[in-house]
């Protein structure tokens, strides 16, 4: 930016811009393949991937953002995007752009008057196994962005190591699923397009428990964090048929139908978020939540 | 219907009847004040309507559903609608109708084949409060209507014996409010259009505790739920500020900003759901499911 509060001469303005039209292609599926790369839209995204591109910059690693657009309203509004990429090892600035251009990028009516192109973050399986994980999502075919999103935001809140989507789930890149992520898809390792049954049985080789959550479940996971509790006090659980302070690989299926019978038959045990009302399920978010944080507390509590 | 397979000569066809528009009003607010009714559309959501419908109706109480539209195609997909309304007491036939005119009722591009105008349902405070209700969730400012569905059916999975809206809450007969409660709406009582305050005053009367869901609360949740499992395993807890084996009322406030500081003033207690991760905080639907299901695990051990 040349002065604050003007618009420097070289703002984009044209909408029809090659550059804009490579941005707003990275809204389908076959343009992100193609490049590798997603876009992040609004101040609070555009800061968690700013912060996630600085820290991996400083410990030398690969750019996360590779470009950051912005219009001359947000960045008065939100001077700490600047900050985030007027430091040394950025290799980052911001372009200056019209809403105009902003709205054509990312196909929406009304802009939130930044956008940031990141290149894919997801890294393989056998980097989060390596790592120790002690809580770590899966989603199974599950199709829809929002819900993909959220259960990534609540496995960050709940501590999870790592979530990993399945092959024929929905691709988190999807700038509806970025978004319900709320910035915590840049707080911890994703992967993907992964197969349910290379994932279960590397998880079971790195000493992983496997629980599908199943509505239909045998284990109930009220009695498992009960037990878990009881242990905590010493008390003597006989007969427990699963110890949630032990590293676990958590599956959840389809936001309709759940997990498909041959993915539970991977799984140890099939797990029931229990129904206290009369409402006939919960749903996946809600689930997802609810088995997360059980492994939580109880990790947290035994260490 | 005269005959299956076939439209009969009576089904509504014009998308632009008057009584297609009467329906179509309800998506508005002010349509549904004015004729104090809402429409539910979905076979499984109408399901539910009529479901309530026949015990109200039985139970010699007024009409919850006042009229229902489907298409010969979802009627025979989902005889069960037929089954629903053909009963004795039921003062009810469903209208066959076009997809034009469910299109044109419902303002959707893909109809899902079956509308039920409904009658308002919600109940007073007073009601709520005199069954000696365990857990109240109450809403407060919360804006999106998606929102407000989801903590409601997660009330309903939780076993909540009410969920209350303030009067500066989304409308809960809002369409897209209805169908996020995937029926969850019939099935426990509904409080609507109330003053916080009033609310919090009757309920401390009635005997009930009162926490406000504050990602900055100096209680912690999964502190309060180990010193609930710790009383059901008998350790001497000293000090508890809180047992969540008690009736309890949670106030949960707006998606961005939560609960106002006067707002939480009127509660006992701040709790926290803790974030082990470093999401910034927890969405409004995930934090209500943690804290709800605390108190029914809490209380239902203590039973």
């Known amino acids: 930016m040349s002065e604050p509060g003007r618009p420097p001469a070289d703002a984009m303005t044209n909408p029809r811009a090659d550059r804009v039209r490579d941005v707003a292609k990275l809204a389908g599926r076959s343009g992100r393949l193609k490049r590798e790369q997603f876009f992040v839209e609004g101040p609070q995204a555009v800061r968690e991937a ?19 657009y912005a219009s001359v309203e947000c960045l008065k509004r ?51 196994l390596a790592a120790k994980p002690k809580i770590i999502a899966m989603l ?3 199709r829809d962005p929002g819900n993909a999103g959220t259960v990534l935001r609540a496995a960050d809140a709940a501590g999870a190591d790592a979530v990993i989507f399945s092959n024929s789930s929905v691709d988190i890149y999807n700038p509806k699923a970025v978004r319900s992520t709320a910035g915590s898809l840049f707080h911890l390792p994703v992967v993907r ?40 006090f010493e008390q003597q659980i006989p007969d427990s048929q699963y110890s949630l302070e032990q590293p676990t690989l958590w599956l959840f299926g389809n936001e309709a139908q759940g997990l498909a019978g041959e993915e539970m038959a991977l799984a140890d045990h099939r797990v029931a978020v229990p129904v206290y009302g009369s409402a006939e399920s919960l749903n996946l978010g809600t689930a997802a939540t609810v088995c997360l944080y059980a492994s939580a507390r109880a990790q947290r509590r035994a260490d």
């Open 193 to 232: 397009g992964v197969d349910l049954a290379d994932v279960v049985a590397a998880a079971k080789a790195a000493g992983l428990g496997v629980l599908a959550a199943d509505g239909y479940g045998q284990l109930n996971l009220d009695l498992l964090q009960d037990e878990s509790a009881a242990r905590a």
């Open 140 to 142: 199974c075919q599950v």
């Open 50 to 68: 700013l912060q996630a591109h600085k820290e991996c910059m400083d410990a030398g690693g690969s750019p996360i953002v590779e470009s950051v």
């Open 78 to 128: 939100h001077p700490e995007l600047l900050e985030l990429t007027g430091y040394r090892n950025s290799k980052l600035h911001i372009r200056v752009a019209s809403d105009m251009v902003l709205s054509a990028m990312t196909d929406t009516v009304t802009p939130q008057g930044v956008v940031a192109v990141c290149n894919f973050i997801d890294v393989p399986l056998e980097e989060v």
